[in-house]
């Protein structure tokens, strides 16, 4: 029973994106600047899969990107400088998740204000729509007197509607 449950656990290790993005080689010795670089790699695109992390990603290029963020934290870069390296050389689609500049500004508040503006629209479309004539909700209709008299005369008038047999 081990043994098939250290199979499947190996299998599923083995299937798994991230078991085949970061190969030995490329892990550093220090475990700090080895967890920085990871957190790094997760947040920066790979250029030729453009929905995963460099750290996710098997392709070279995405490889190479990861070498050149664990060159840049040996040589003593921070984080922010690594980023920065990598946006000057690679362009802001780089990023997994853009910064807030004067040129993403759109990207990040189309939404909302799409969202808005169909809440505005849906708003003043209830305002402009006619009220409910009385009896449409439910409620009973109010009659004037002479409307009630002449309700009256026609009920009186008509025989009941005989069921067909």
Avoid at 148 to 156: D, H, N, T
Wanted: net charge negative.
């Amino acid at each position: 029973m081990r043994l098939i449950i250290a199979g499947l656990f190996a299998l599923a290790v083995m299937l798994s994106p991230a078991a085949y993005a970061v190969q030995p080689d490329e892990i550093m010795a220090d475990p700090v600047k080895e967890a920085r670089a990871r957190d790094l790699s997760r947040e920066l695109r790979c250029m030729v899969c453009q929905n995963q992390s460099i750290d996710d990603s098997e392709a070279p290029l995405a490889r190479d990107l990861r070498l050149l963020v664990r060159e840049r934290i040996a040589a003593g870069d921070s984080d922010s400088q690594v980023i920065d390296f990598l946006v000057a050389r690679y362009g802001e689609f780089v990023l997994l998740k853009p910064r807030f500049e004067r040129q993403t500004w759109l990207l990040w508040l189309l939404t909302p204000l799409a969202l808005a503006g169909g809440g505005l629209a849906l708003w003043m479309h209830g305002r402009r729509r006619p009220k409910s004539a009385p009896g449409e909700d439910g409620s009973e209709a109010i009659l004037s007197a002479a409307e009630e008299a002449r309700l009256q005369r026609l009920m009186a008038a008509e025989p009941p509607p005989e069921s067909p047999s």
